[in-house]
């Protein structure tokens, strides 16, 4: 059994739409705990520090702009196995190839208006919550 934090964000498609409640509602059914969590308006720099992997992908200035637009909410999930839990709570990107009952099926508007996003390697998890979060905000 391995206890372990991974990095969520609900996007701003969500906050929009005032779902963040139905978000985390799933988060927590899937035995996910939120150990820290803080809504907060990004900046472009931030969110181009956040997304630097793709920095060369077509998609880069269209995802920053998207992920600027409106508050997010930034969490810190904590569970067994909670990074690849959480991507399988999530769904796939395109919310056209989600499975049933993931948050990305239930509440995603498109590839790039995809409700939330979660870390994928236990490397990710620890970079992105670093980020994103101190120490003492994250109360297990
Ligand atoms: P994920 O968020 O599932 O880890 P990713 O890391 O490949 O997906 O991409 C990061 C985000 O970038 C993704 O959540 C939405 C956006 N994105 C990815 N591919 C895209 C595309 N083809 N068109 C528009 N936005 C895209
Ligand atoms: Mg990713």
Not at 35 to 62: M, N, P, T
Not at 101 to 124: M, Q, W, Y
Request: aromatic content about 8%; glycine content about 6%; proline content about 3%.
């Amino acid at each position: 059994m391995t206890i372990e934090r991974t990095f969520s964000i609900i996007k701003p498609d969500a906050t929009n739409r005032n779902i963040t409640g139905a978000v985390n509602a799933v988060i927590e059914k899937a035995g996910l705990r939120i150990v820290a969590q803080k809504r907060v308006l990004w900046s472009r720099e931030q969110a181009e520090k956040f997304y630097e992997e793709h920095a060369q992908r077509s998609f880069y200035g269209e995802l920053c702009d998207f992920m600027t637009s409106a508050p997010i909410v930034c969490q810190v999930l904590e569970g067994e196995n909670a990074i690849a839990k959480y991507r399988e709570v999530m769904g796939a990107t395109d919310p056209a190839e989600a499975a049933e009952g993931t948050i990305r099926k239930l509440f995603a508007l498109s590839k790039g208006e995809n409700s939330v996003h979660g870390s994928d390697s236990p490397t990710s998890a620890q970079r992105e919550i670093a980020l994103n979060f101190s120490d003492s905000e994250i109360v297990g």
